[in-house]
């Protein structure tokens, strides 16, 4: 829902710092959590092996996506280091959980 995206994002500015703060794949692109308001992002649904429900956020930099495909299919890139990342909150725990951050080719 509408209300589930804005938790996520408070999210997102309140806990992705300490869950990033050891850097994966960020040693010759962006550092994620310094530049939040440069990706672009998807939601999608989930429920995970224990039935809890989650959103995961699909990240993406947003001058190197400047069609408007993303808005209607998930935008799966293989390495591009941290220009492309995803990360899954947990609805009823308001957690973020499970950073994945591209490696490089």
Same mark, same amino acid.
Not at 12 to 38: A, G, H, T, V, Y
Not at 43 to 70: H, M, Q, T
């Given at each position: 829902?509408?209300?589930?995206?804005?938790?996520?994002?408070?999210?997102?500015?309140?806990?992705?710092?300490?869950?990033?703060?050891?850097?994966?794949?960020?040693?010759?692109?962006?550092? $994620?959590?310094?530049?939040?308001?440069? +990706?672009?992002? =998807?939601?999608?649904?989930?429920? &995970?092996? !224990?039935?809890? @429900?989650? #959103?995961?956020?699909?990240?993406?930099?947003?001058?190197?996506?400047?069609?408007?495909?993303?808005?209607?299919?998930?935008? $799966?890139?293989?390495?591009?280091?941290? +220009?492309?990342? =995803?990360?899954?909150?947990?609805? &009823?725990? !308001?957690?973020? @959980?499970? #950073?994945?951050?591209?490696?490089?080719?």
């Amino acid at each position: 829902s509408k209300d589930e995206i804005t938790f996520a994002e408070l999210a997102l500015e309140n806990q992705l710092k300490e869950i990033n703060k050891n850097r994966p794949n960020q040693s010759s692109s962006p550092i $994620i959590d310094k530049n939040l308001n440069k +990706y672009k992002r =998807q939601y999608f649904g989930g429920v &995970d092996e !224990n039935g809890r @429900k989650y #959103l995961l956020i699909n990240c993406f930099w947003s001058e190197r996506e400047n069609s408007n495909g993303w808005l209607n299919g998930m935008v $799966i890139v293989m390495d591009g280091g941290s +220009y492309y990342w =995803q990360i899954k909150y947990y609805i &009823d725990t !308001n957690e973020l @959980k499970n #950073l994945m951050v591209n490696g490089y080719a």
